[in-house]
Structures are given as structure tokens and as C-alpha cells.
């Protein structure tokens, strides 16, 4: 038997995106299952879009995307990757599953927005808005579908209160976002090449 010469090692980044890519959705998955109780909105408050923010920051928008694809694919095979420990397709079907399919796009964009040029607060900024605007516009839209129109207002006037709490998650991923880019050697400028 001959062995196929043609098949060459990995490299050492190669070998790092797949490392970067996996413990973004690791961390995804881990930030779905931390359920913080708020009294003022009824309903706990999971990190899930957090750790969506620093993945669309310090990764590259093909990286982050692969992140967030990976961590919707283990969730649509049924592994209980989702917020109260919940996996499987109906996910998708739920009221959830707007949100959830928003994701993968939000972090894709927000990788582009953010790795365009030499690291930006600013464009970091732009970038969480651009990506909760697309988070949002697909979980609402999708719940428009699901409820009559009395119901749907209702659950996105009750969801104005996650708007305030999602400003904060990007207050605090900024400061991680700048740790992980220096920790992984990464500017944004390398981003693009990934």
C-alpha cells in the first residue's frame, strides 16, 4: 500500500483556528447554560450573546462564522448546547429560534465590521449595534411569525428590557475582546487573512 503524499500537516495557525473556533463555540455553549435571575424582566438572563460578541470581535469573519455554525450545527443534531440545556431542530422552530439563526450572520458581520483595519473602539462599537440590530431583526421577525399581531407587541415591548442588559454584555466584552487579541497575538489587521 502506498501512502498519498499529497495530504500535508497543518500548520501551526491552521491547527490555532480550529482551536480559536472551537472554544468560541464552547464558550457560546457555556454562556447559553449561565441563566442569571433578574427580577425586573421576569426571566433569567443567559450570557449565550456575550460570549456572540467576542467571537465576532477576535475572530476573523470566517472564523466566527465557523464558530457560530459549529455551535448551531451541535445544537441542530440535538447535543444541549442551548439555553436551559436544550438541543434539537425544534429549537429552531420555538420562539427562540429567530435568535438563534440570527447568530450566525450577526458574527459574521460583526468580523467584518470590526477586522477591517488596525483595532477600533469605535468600529468595535459599530459592530455589537450592527450585530444586536441583526440578532434582533431575526428574532423578531421570527416571532411575528409564530403570534397574531396583539401577541407579537407584546413580547417585543417585554423584550425592550433585554436592550439595556445587552448594552452591558458589550461594555464588558470590550475589555475581554482587547485580551483576547493580545493573548492570541492577533490584530486586525491579520484578521482579514484568516
Known amino acids: 500500500m502506498s501512502q498519498n503524499s499529497s495530504t500535508k500537516p497543518l500548520s501551526l495557525q491552521e491547527v490555532q483556528n480550529v482551536v480559536f473556533v472551537a472554544l468560541m463555540a464552547a464558550l457560546i455553549t457555556v454562556g447559553a447554560w449561565i441563566a442569571i435571575?433578574?427580577?425586573?424582566?421576569?426571566?433569567?438572563?443567559?450570557?449565550?450573546?456575550?460570549?456572540?460578541?467576542?467571537t465576532g470581535l477576535a475572530?476573523?469573519?470566517?472564523?466566527?462564522?465557523?464558530?457560530?455554525?459549529?455551535?448551531?450545527?451541535?445544537?441542530?443534531?440535538?447535543?444541549?448546547?442551548?439555553?436551559?440545556?436544550?438541543?434539537?431542530?425544534?429549537?429552531?422552530a420555538g420562539p427562540t429560534g429567530g435568535f438563534l439563526l440570527g447568530y450566525l450572520p450577526a458574527a459574521i458581520l460583526m468580523g467584518l465590521v470590526s477586522g477591517t483595519k488596525k483595532p477600533s473602539l469605535w468600529r468595535d462599537v459599530a459592530a455589537m449595534l450592527l450585530g444586536t440590530i441583526v440578532?434582533?431583526?431575526?428574532?423578531?421577525?421570527?416571532?411575528?411569525?409564530?403570534?397574531?399581531?396583539?401577541?407579537?407587541?407584546?413580547?417585543?415591548?417585554?423584550?425592550?428590557?433585554?436592550?439595556?442588559?445587552?448594552?452591558?454584555?458589550?461594555?464588558?466584552?470590550?475589555?475581554?475582546?482587547?485580551?483576547?487579541?493580545?493573548?492570541?497575538?492577533?490584530?486586525?489587521?491579520d484578521k482579514g487573512h484568516q
Request: glycine residues 14%; contains cysteine; charged residues 10%.
Open 37 to 54: 435571575p433578574t427580577p425586573f424582566l421576569g426571566v433569567p438572563v443567559v450570557l449565550q450573546n456575550y460570549f456572540v460578541y467576542v
Open 59 to 92: 475572530l476573523s469573519w470566517r472564523l466566527a462564522g465557523g464558530a457560530l455554525f459549529l455551535y448551531l450545527a451541535a445544537g441542530a443534531v440535538g447535543l444541549p448546547v442551548f439555553a436551559g440545556f436544550a438541543g434539537g431542530w425544534g429549537q429552531f
Open 135 to 189: 440578532i434582533y431583526g431575526m428574532g423578531l421577525a421570527w416571532l411575528k411569525h409564530l403570534f397574531p399581531e396583539k401577541a407579537f407587541w407584546a413580547l417585543a415591548f417585554g423584550m425592550s428590557g433585554f436592550l439595556a442588559v445587552d448594552c452591558i454584555k458589550m461594555a464588558a466584552a470590550l475589555p475581554a475582546v482587547r485580551l483576547l487579541r493580545r493573548m492570541t497575538g492577533r490584530s486586525a489587521a
